[in-house]
Every structure is written in structure tokens, then in C-alpha cells.
T-cell receptor
Framework: DSGVTQTPKHLITATGQRVTLRCSPRSGDLSVYWYQQSLDQGLQFLIQYYNGEERAKGNILERFSAQQFPDLHSELNLSSLELGDSALYFC???????????FGPGTRLTVL | GQQVMQIPQYQHVQEGEDFTTYCNSS?????IQWYKQRPGGHPVFLIQLVKSGEVKKQKRLTFQFGEAKKNSSLHITATQTTDVGTYFCAGPHAGGTSYGKLTFGQGTILTVHP
């Protein structure tokens, strides 16, 4: 158990819908990262927050947005969902803005 | 942009054999990190190497960081069935707008036959 929690574990929805994935980092960790993992794309960095502020951005689609709240938990919002958005979404956290990251169990999103 | 390549993509070994995966970055890295993901699981942080030429050991696992800080390797001695999984290397960007971004290699999937 990494200490990072993610909800929900599984999510099944339809194209065009919007979903919110939630992540609570390890106690004391200020950085939160979001990743997308699919079979053909591997592990893709989406976005990073550090102590409430956006720190780094990857190839995150405009339909996706995220934020980190004052209590340091984070949410990833995915809207206008497409079939290709089906993937595992991982949240990770670390103490500082760099360094080893501790991953949550992931949310498996299925878009039908 | 920064690219991190790993070889081989797949490796099948008999239990007891050694295993090595190699990681190469298109840019110099401030550090290299290694992760293991068991089938159906999430990536688990193994280690971070920072210094040029650094070698670190964790039981049967040996990690090396190249002198030029552009390549790294993970070697497992006498594999066991518990070593099964995908091994990823990852390199961070440093500075600029990509500060904190971690670029993962595509991973090496290790299968260990008993």
C-alpha cells in the first residue's frame, strides 16, 4: 500500500459524458501527478500540481482538466469522453516537486 | 522533446537466470528512476540514481547510472517468479515549463518461467 488513494476504482460511462477522478496523496506529500496508461501509449504524464499550483503539463487534452485543493487532494476532470479515453488513470505523489513518485491503485475508465 | 527508450521490450527467462534491461535518454538527466509494475498493479518506485556512474544494489537488483547521465541499467541476478512484471525507467525534465515532468520508457516486460 503506497498511501495514495484513488476513487473510484472502476468507472464505466458513455461517450460524451463527463467524469471526475479523485486522488488523495500520501500524508506530507505536496506534489500530485496524473498519468494515463493504455496498452498502445504506455504510461503518459498528464499534469503535475505542487502545493496547489500547476507545475508541469504533459500531453493533456483540452477536454481534461485538473486541480489540487487546499487539503492537497486532487481531482482530474475528463469531459466529452471518447472511446479512446478508455484507460487506466493513475495518480502519484511525492514530497517535493521532483523525486521518486508513489502511485495509487488507479482508476480504470471504460467509455462505451 | 525528451525521449526515453528501453530495451528489450520483452524478456522471457527461466527461473534462476539473470536479467538486464537498458534505458537510454535523448537528453542528459538530472536523475533516473526505476519502477516496477506487477500485472494488474500500479507502478512501484524502486530507486533513484543521481550521480554520474552511480551503482546501487537492492538485494538481487543492481542499478547503474551512466557516466554521461544519459543511460541506465537494471540487472536482476538469479530471477525468481516474484520478479515478474514490467520494469520502467523514468527521467525527469529539469527547469523550464516541464519542471517535474517524468518521462517513462516503454518498459520491459519480464516473464519468469519456473
Amino acid at each position: 500500500d503506497s498511501g495514495v488513494t484513488q476513487t473510484p476504482k472502476h468507472l464505466i460511462t458513455a461517450t460524451g459524458q463527463r467524469v471526475t477522478l479523485r486522488c488523495s496523496p500520501r500524508s506530507g506529500d505536496l506534489s500530485v501527478y496524473w498519468y494515463q496508461q493504455s496498452l498502445d501509449q504506455g504510461l503518459q504524464f498528464l499534469i503535475q500540481y505542487y502545493n496547489g499550483e500547476e507545475r508541469a503539463k504533459g500531453n493533456i487534452l483540452e477536454r481534461f482538466s485538473a486541480q489540487q485543493f487546499p487539503d492537497l487532494h486532487s481531482e482530474l476532470n475528463l469531459s466529452s469522453l471518447e472511446l479512446g479515453d478508455s484507460a487506466l488513470y493513475f495518480c502519484a505523489s511525492s514530497v517535493g516537486p521532483t523525486g521518486g513518485q508513489f502511485f495509487g491503485p488507479g482508476t480504470r475508465l471504460t467509455v462505451l | 522533446g525528451q525521449q526515453v527508450m528501453q530495451i528489450p521490450q520483452y524478456q522471457h527467462v527461466q527461473e534462476g537466470e539473470d536479467f538486464t534491461t537498458y534505458c537510454n535518454s535523448s537528453t542528459t538527466l538530472s536523475n533516473i528512476q526505476w519502477y516496477k509494475q506487477r500485472p494488474g498493479g500500479h507502478p512501484v518506485f524502486l530507486i533513484q540514481l543521481v550521480k554520474s556512474g552511480e551503482v546501487k544494489k537492492q538485494k538481487r537488483l543492481t542499478f547503474q547510472f551512466g557516466e554521461a547521465k544519459k543511460n541506465s541499467s537494471l540487472h536482476i541476478t538469479a530471477t525468481q517468479t516474484t520478479d515478474v512484471g514490467t520494469y520502467f525507467c523514468a527521467g525527469p525534465h529539469a527547469g523550464g515549463t516541464s519542471y517535474g515532468k517524468l518521462t517513462f520508457g516503454q518498459g520491459t516486460i519480464l516473464t519468469v518461467h519456473p
